[in-house]
């Protein structure tokens, strides 16, 4: 078993693209950071702030690195570790070397929109086939199902990575 401590660089881009301009562009890397303090179930401190980049309302995801090293079933050479993901927290109070965050809620497509309803009404709506936006189930190979391994709980040292992405609409244009 290989280690899986990935480094997060900039991403090329190198193939032509449907925006103007974004040939060549390198996206920038996230930010990394760790769970430096714990205050509550809602509410953690990062160890990156301001000088870091971080701005108020940015998403990060918790995270632990995985332990399994994935495989390309091609060319059989290793496509990096699948991240084990703890939870999502917004940053609410940005300071130069430290973020105070707080814990965002992630919904299901399948919840949304979960009204009660009559017992008519529900034989009515699972007659009709999956409901839109809810998770469809995959025909996989059961022979091949390996679980996903459960996140844990959040510690102090968790990972933390930004989830902020470009704006490619101000990518290649001029003032």
């Known amino acids: 078993m290989k280690s899986c401590l990935i480094k997060h660089v ?3 881009l190198n193939a032509p693209t449907k925006a103007k ?3 060549g562009y390198t996206l920038p890397a996230p930010i990394e950071g760790k769970i430096a303090k714990i205050l509550d179930e809602f509410n953690v401190v ?3 702030g301001r000088l870091h980049g971080v701005t108020e309302g940015m998403p990060f995801v918790i995270y632990s690195p995985g ?3 994935i495989k ?3 060319t059989g050479k290793s496509v990096g570790c699948l991240e084990i993901v703890k939870g999502y927290v917004r940053a609410t109070h940005v300071q130069e070397n ?3 965050c707080v814990a965002e809620t992630v919904e299901k497509e399948e919840r949304r929109g979960m009204e009660p309803q009559t017992l008519s009404g529900a034989m ?3 007659s009709m086939g999956p409901k839109a936006g809810a998770e469809a189930r995959l025909n996989v190979n059961p022979l091949q199902v390996s679980g996903m391994a459960k996140g844990g709980n959040i510690s102090i040292g968790d990972r933390v990575r ?5 704006d490619f609409s101000k990518i290649g244009r001029r003032a």
């Open 98 to 100: 430290l973020t105070l």
């Open 162 to 166: 930004s989830l902020e992405q470009p």
């Open 124 to 126: 009515i709506a699972a």
């Open 10 to 12: 900039g991403v090329q």
């Open 67 to 69: 332990e399994e090293e």
């Open 72 to 74: 390309d079933p091609d």
């Open 21 to 23: 301009g974004l040939k």
């Open 46 to 48: 990062i160890n990156v």
